[in-house]
Every structure is written in C-alpha cells, then in structure tokens.
C-alpha cells in the first residue's frame, strides 16, 4: 500500500532554512504528482506546493512563494521540500500527499 514518510523538521529561528523529504513507496512514485500541504494550530490543513510527474509543473501557495522550493528525486522514490527565509507563521505540521494518502507529518517550529 502507499506509504510517505516525512522527515526533516525542526526547530528554527527566524530567517533559518530547514529541508524537508517526503519518502514514498508502495506505488510507482515517478507517475504520480506530489503535494506538500501544512497545518499551523488551531488552523486547517493548507496546500503548500505541488510538483508535477516529472518535475516540469510546479506550484506554491502564495504563502510561500519565492522562499520554498519543492524538488523530486524519481529514482530516489523522494520529495523535498526546500524552506528558506523561515518565518514563524511557516510554524506548522508539514504532510506529504499522494494518492489520497497522506503521510505521518513533520513539525516544524519557527521561533527565536
């Protein structure tokens, strides 16, 4: 069955930068597109980027734009998830989607 697991989260200060993966396996990774969504407390769950098949179509949230960078590794089965100039409302749980499954999520704390 599908499985993503997601690692790389952390703490860090403001203005820090923190590389996210998302490991996927149980389906053919390199034919589907990939998703980050985040969910801060108290807030729903958002979409954050998406990256195509082959890595040719990418997409960010407005949030993000311009500070994120979603990759994708095909031979690895790996996504990533490239976050710089961290504020702290990036503070959030980050979840890695495929094929209506969802990962385990990995926090990630923006904070001096």
């Known amino acids: 069955q599908v499985q993503l697991v997601e690692s790389g989260g952390g703490l860090v200060q403001p203005g820090g930068s923190l590389r996210l993966s998302c490991a996927a396996s149980?389906?053919?990774?390199?034919?589907?597109?990939m998703r980050w969504y985040r969910q801060a407390p108290g807030k729903e769950r958002e979409w954050t980027a998406s990256i195509s098949r082959a890595g040719d179509s990418i997409n960010y949230a407005d949030s993000v734009k311009g500070r994120f960078a979603i990759s994708r590794d095909n031979a690895k089965n790996t996504m990533y998830l490239q976050m710089n100039s961290l504020k702290p409302e990036d503070t959030a749980v980050y979840y890695c989607y495929a094929l209506d499954s969802w990962g385990q999520g990995t926090q990630v704390t923006v904070s001096s």
């Open positions: 149980g389906f053919t990774f390199s034919l589907y597109t």
